[in-house]
């Protein structure tokens, strides 16, 4: 079983939309979670962390659930800049390994 | 811009060629890392390094050998490479000893083994 799955998508979504991505992670012992964003042809980053008890950043918002192993982000009020590739990404407690998934990508339309 | 650099952004070699890539940080940070992007297939880690020295070696053919002379450079030598080894090749640094799961990377040295 692959450590951290994403749906590879695309998701094709009209401005304004609000669209989910879903991940999974086969750690249990996963302590740190994150979202990173890659545009066409550049070098992923950081978009936001995930923290347990779910957290907000503008338009969006990540959440965690333990129990189940999976983590979420919503995009709200979606914009065109937004079209990416969005990373979920699982970290053990010991380590340096960030464990990357395939990536979601996410196109939005006029 | 980045503040973490690498050249060559792109690379094309031969599978008997020998070639280098080279990273530099300049964000003060004591850890870097080498990834590498596949088609289709999540980042992979390859190496860290934690103030110099390496602390995780991911199963890397030895086909790829790191060199990291200080915190703020790291290469990547490579040798005897193989088609499938073509792939964009990520350097990234962090603060190691601060868990905040940010890496900043560098924009890549796209690979193209003939």
């Known amino acids: 079983r692959k450590e951290v799955e994403q749906d590879p998508g695309p998701f094709n979504v009209p401005e304004g939309a609000t669209v989910a991505f879903n991940c999974t992670y086969s750690n249990s012992a996963s302590q740190s979670f994150f979202w990173y964003r890659q545009d066409c042809r550049k070098e992923p980053k950081l978009l936001m962390s995930?923290?347990?008890s779910g957290n907000e950043d503008g338009r969006f918002t990540a959440q965690l659930n333990r129990a189940s192993q999976y983590i979420s982000l919503l995009i709200r009020d979606s914009k065109l800049s937004d079209s990416a590739t969005y990373l979920c990404?699982?970290?053990?407690?010991?380590?340096?390994?960030?464990?990357f998934g395939k990536g979601t990508s996410l196109l939005v339309t006029p | 811009e980045t503040g973490v650099t690498q050249t060559p952004r792109h690379l094309v070699m031969g599978m008997t060629n020998k070639k280098s890539l080279k990273c530099e940080q300049h964000l003060g940070h004591n850890a870097m890392y080498w990834y590498k992007q596949s088609a289709k297939k999540p980042l992979e880690l390859m190496f860290v390094y934690s103030l110099e020295e390496r602390v995780e070696n991911n199963s890397v053919p030895s086909r790829f050998s790191p060199e990291c002379p200080n915190s703020s450079h790291l290469f990547l030598h490579l040798h005897t490479l193989q088609p499938e080894d073509s792939a964009l090749y990520l350097c990234a640094s962090s603060q190691s000893g601060i868990n905040t799961g940010e890496l900043f990377f560098g924009e890549g040295s796209r690979l193209t083994v003939l």
């Open positions: 995930v923290y347990s």
């Open positions: 990404v699982v970290k053990s407690n010991s380590g340096y390994a960030l464990n």
